[in-house]
């Protein structure tokens, strides 16, 4: 009985210690596919940020020349504007010019 007894127990000792390294095995697979899988999502966040950063780069700089032309457009405008309105005042004041030459010419008889 005692043989029995010491039998079984070694048995069992022994079967929980490879079914113990087993399991070690399979952890430390685990563990390295978790590391790899971490490593690969690095890289790919890695990949995905330069790709952002190169997109966000192209759109600033699409917004720069449209705020340029934008800005050579308005200064283009105001300048003619200018124009415009130093004609117009110029003509206002030759009218002027005309009519008071025509008013004094009128009260003094035309000399």
Known sequence: MKK??????LL??????????RDTKKSED???NAIEATEEAAEAAGDAVKEA??????AVEKVV????EAVDKA???????VDD????????VDKA???AKDKVKETTGGN
Do not use: I, P, Q, R
């Open 30 to 32: 685990a563990v390295e």
């Open 75 to 81: 200064v283009d405008a105001a300048g003619e504007a």
């Open 4 to 9: 029995l007894l010491v039998s079984t127990t």
């Open 12 to 21: 069992l000792v022994l079967g929980l210690s490879f079914t113990s390294c």
């Open 85 to 92: 309105a130093a004609n117009k005042a110029s003509e206002a």
């Open 65 to 68: 020349d449209a705020a340029g």
């Open 53 to 58: 950063t190169e997109a966000a780069g192209d």
């Open 97 to 99: 010019a005309e009519a």
